[in-house]
Nanobody, 124 residues
Framework: QVQLVESGGGLVQAGGSLRLSCAASVRTFSRNTMSWFRQTPGKEREFVAA???????HYADFVKGRFTISRDNAKNTMYLQMNSLKPEDTAVYYC??????????????????WGQGTQVTVSS
């Protein structure tokens, strides 16, 4: 069974940084888009950033210039470097992988594989 496991969440002060990791097991996603989403209580899960099979990067407007997504296919791992964190970035962050290869999508319904989530809390 395919597993995506996030790590790196935690508590940080506003203006600080965190680096999230997402390790995939059982299969490789080198030909698939992988993304980060986030969710707060009572709100829909929202797109944060995506990295395609060709290393094209895509970001939600609210993280542009602050977050950087990357992937290491040799390690089957994806990362999210989060800088200049704000209290409104507080959420559970999920990594996801698209089942269909060589497709760029930011819609959560298109992602078949999800991690369990990691909590990021930014204090003011």
């Amino acid at each position: 069974q395919v597993q995506l496991v996030e790590s790196g969440g935690g508590l940080v002060q506003a203006g600080g940084s965190l680096r999230l990791s997402c390790a995939a097991s059982v299969r490789t996603f080198s030909r698939n888009t992988m993304s980060w989403f986030r969710q707060t209580p009572g709100k829909e899960r929202e797109f944060v950033a995506a990295v395609t099979w060709s290393n094209s990067l895509h970001y939600a407007d609210f993280v542009k210039g602050r977050f950087t997504i990357s992937r290491d296919n040799a390690k089957n791992t994806m990362y999210l470097q989060m800088n200049s964190l704000k209290p409104e970035d507080t959420a559970v962050y999920y990594c996801a992988a698209d089942r269909i290869s060589m497709r760029l999508t930011t819609k959560k319904r298109d992602y078949d594989y999800w991690g369990q989530g990691t909590q990021v809390t930014v204090s003011s």
